[in-house]
């Protein structure tokens, strides 16, 4: 029957469960091994990166932190800008207020009295005093004042005097700024905070520090009144100090809630929230029409800072991707928004036995999910998947919700995971290809082999490889391997050319491979190869067996060399569904048993006597029978009570094999079975396996061929399963056959060989 196409991996079953049926050897145990191992290696690798997500979440390490900040940045840029908050505006010094348009001068000289004090920068303080008593007359809600006025004005005494009294008048709207900085000296740096000056202490004036903590990637992500907190335990003026968000939340009597979390809920980039040059509070056009005459201010809380590169106050955010940066005063207008929707962001564990155990759980939960998908490829995108799932998990908490939930060590652990899996499966198939280039080189001539490297295309080469590989390599300094002639399950038959005689004839050399190469398997494997050479030394001297020429160990390896049979097996003469004729069986079956009554009278059983180990010698036209790897010595006759009898491993070739032998009992007439299911087969053209018996155990196959009562009645005994009713010996069956031979033609020579038609039989070295 034509066999149906199938998949890929049909056909990876299929092969495997052939590869199955062949005998391991110790490389491709190693390498079954070798892939188990790998198999625990993702399990254990999985159950590393849980543990380890789970350390790293709570270490403290500053790459970890960079990492997950980056998230964090990563979410809010993912999200853009979103509407702030009204009530803040942000009063810009930007770089249209430091350089006022000439034509404002030009085209009305009034004007010019009103910007007199914002021509130069740093402006005078006149001008912030204007400001300050425009934007208190329109009822503003809270003035923060993002500039440091620690030091007297440049512009003299009478320019301090009017920012004084502006101050002293409208003070309770107002905010200064007050600004750590670094100074060196000859003993070092120091942090000194710098206050407003002395002269604007004054009224119900409040003040508040503008610095932000820097994280360690560089990016301010807590709130001012951190950075205060990280100098109380060494500075009591910063313990007193309020930060310059709160301080205006103060001033304006705005009651916020107490902010769940550090960390600063940014609304956008540059521009989110309403921003309004500063030169526009002092010009009168732009007072009356665009500001409403100040209508726009009120209630509102107004932050006046620089936003203009020269003043060089920019801040990395995590809003604004790398390398661009926010302006103080904005980061501020963030902060002070933060504080009054109650939108600080805070971890979603504040315990870091908790957080490290959630991250424990997270990653382990998802590598049981993992793992329910059976493939690599599979388990690797399942892990991406789920670290993506987890990200977006942690985006959603972290825009409306507020939480920091750890990311990015547990989406890198989720996905190694996977990837893990893949890593390990990718290194099982190269093990598994190695286990099967292994078992194609070992077993090439195997017909199971062989199925499978015609049906892969990439596997064809193979056939090659081995013969490459060992060809002219020289053993024991003497014999020269040709091919690569067969293999089996511990051994490997060669032919090879002895260089040490003239005209370098060719041999047979049979290599033995111990499957255990402890000290102890090696003296074992010694000792039967040893007894082996014996015994094909004994049984050499027929002329119809291979003569033992030598045997030796190399590599912890041992060789036999044997007598080079030139001829083709029989197997070939006995062609599947083609009987041949009866003569030819009979002289087929006597002339084996002849060769077991020399083997049985050596004491050997050979134990797999089937077509394939029987050659047709050219020369002659001679059955010589080989593959002596499984021969049994018997020292002692074995005892009429089989159930007495000791147990052996069961070896031989399915259908060939009687039942006794196959249960490890092997007697010298499990020989005669074998060669009584060979007469069987000729005469048919069936192979044995194909056959039933009856109940009382006897092969029904006499209808099967064109045979002589006489010759099935001698088969059938032959053959039968019970080993008490089948011929005790060769020498019994060889009997009946002659008397079978001479009923048939007593004036006649026994039919030979001479009636095959030669022609028909394919010549094939062997």
Request: aromatic fraction near 8%; charge should be negative.
């Amino acid at each position: 029957m034509a066999e149906e196409p199938t998949s890929t991996l049909t056909k990876k079953n299929v092969f495997a469960a052939k590869l199955a049926s062949i005998k391991p050897t110790k490389v491709t145990q190693t390498a079954s091994h070798q892939a188990r191992q790998v198999a625990r290696l993702g399990h254990l690798l999985t159950g590393i990166s849980a543990v380890g997500a789970a350390w790293l979440t709570v270490s403290g390490w500053g790459l970890v932190q960079i990492m997950e900040n980056q998230a964090l940045s990563t979410f809010f840029q993912l999200r853009g800008s979103i509407i702030p908050p009204e009530n803040i505006i942000i009063l810009a010094i930007d770089d249209q207020s430091i350089s006022i348009p000439e034509q404002y001068y030009k085209t009305d000289p009034e004007q010019y009295a009103y910007l007199e004090s914002l021509k130069s920068f740093p402006f005078q303080r006149s001008a912030y005093a204007q400001i300050i008593e425009k934007l208190a007359q329109a009822g503003v809600g809270a003035i923060g004042l993002d500039v440091v006025f620690d030091l007297p004005s440049i512009y003299g005494t009478a320019d301090d005097r009017q920012f004084q009294a502006a101050l002293q008048k409208y003070g309770s709207k107002v905010t200064l700024a007050a600004l750590y900085e670094n100074f060196e000296t000859h003993q070092g740096t120091f942090m000194q905070l710098r206050l407003p000056h002395e002269e604007f202490h004054t009224g119900t004036v409040s003040m508040g520090t503008v610095n932000f903590p820097l994280e360690i990637d560089g990016k301010v992500h807590r709130l001012a009144s951190e950075f205060s907190r990280l100098l109380e335990a060494d500075d009591l003026q910063a313990a007193n100090t309020p930060s310059f968000d709160d301080a205006v939340l103060v001033t304006a009597q705005i009651d916020y809630p107490q902010p769940k979390g550090d960390r600063i809920h940014f609304w956008g980039g540059e521009g989110t929230f309403k921003t309004i040059p500063l030169w526009y509070v002092l010009d009168p056009n732009n007072w009356d029409t665009y500001l409403e005459q100040g209508k726009i201010f009120e209630d509102k809380i107004v932050l006046i800072g620089a936003t203009a590169k020269l003043a060089n106050d920019f801040h990395s955010v995590p809003i604004v991707p790398t390398p661009g940066k926010m302006s103080g005063v904005e980061i501020h207008a963030n902060a002070i928004a933060t504080l009054i929707t109650g939108k600080a962001i805070a971890p979603a564990f504040s315990n870091p036995p908790l957080q490290s155990l959630f991250v424990l759980v997270l990653v382990g939960s998802t590598a049981l999910l993992i793992t329910r998908s059976k493939r690599g490829i599979s388990r690797a995108v399942s892990g991406i998947g789920l670290a993506t799932v987890w990200g977006g998990v942690s985006y959603f908490g972290l825009v409306y919700g507020q939480l920091i939930f750890p990311t990015a060590i547990p989406m890198i652990a989720i996905a190694f995971s996977g990837l893990s899996y893949l890593g390990t499966e990718v290194a099982k198939e190269k093990l598994r290809t190695r286990r099967l280039v292994d078992i194609f080189h070992r077993y090439k001539t195997s017909p199971i082999v062989q199925e499978i490297i015609s049906q892969q295309d990439d596997l064809q080469d193979l056939l090659d490889q081995r013969d490459i590989a060992v060809s002219g390599k020289i053993l024991s300094g003497r014999y020269k391997i040709v091919k690569v002639l067969g293999s089996g399950g511990f051994s490997e038959t060669y032919i090879a050319e002895d260089i040490q005689r003239p005209g370098n004839p060719h041999c047979v050399v049979k290599q033995l491979k111990p499957a255990n190469t402890k000290p102890e398997g090696l003296e074992l494997a010694r000792r039967l190869f040893k007894s082996e050479a014996q015994i094909l030394e004994k049984l050499g001297s027929h002329s119809q067996i291979p003569q033992l020429l030598a045997y030796f160990e190399q590599d912890e390896e041992f060789y036999l060399v044997q007598e080079y049979i030139i001829g083709h097996a029989l197997s070939q003469e006995l062609r599947s569904k083609k009987a041949i004729a009866e003569n030819t069986a009979i002289e087929i079956v006597r002339e084996l048993l002849l060769i077991l009554i020399f083997l049985h009278k050596n004491g050997v059983i050979h134990r797999d006597i089937k077509p394939t180990n029987i050659i047709r010698r050219h020369s002659d036209h001679k059955l010589v029978l080989i593959d002596f790897g499984a021969v049994k010595e018997v020292t002692i006759a074995p005892p009429q009570d089989s159930e007495q009898n000791p147990f052996t491993i069961g070896i031989g070739t399915r259908g060939y094999a009687p039942s006794e032998q196959c249960f490890g009992r092997p007697q010298y007439n499990s020989d005669v079975y074998a060669v009584g299911m060979i007469g069987v087969t000729a005469l048919t053209g069936i192979s044995p396996h194909e056959f039933h018996r009856d109940d009382q155990g006897k092969l029904l196959w006499s209808d099967k061929a064109l045979a002589s009562h006489a010759l099935v009645k001698i088969l059938t005994k032959m053959v039968v399963d019970d080993t008490k009713e089948r011929y005790h010996s060769a020498s019994e069956a060889l009997k009946d056959i002659d008397e079978f031979l001479n009923s048939q033609n007593s004036n006649s020579a026994p039919p030979g060989y001479s009636s095959l038609d030669s022609s028909d039989i394919p010549t094939k070295l062997w």
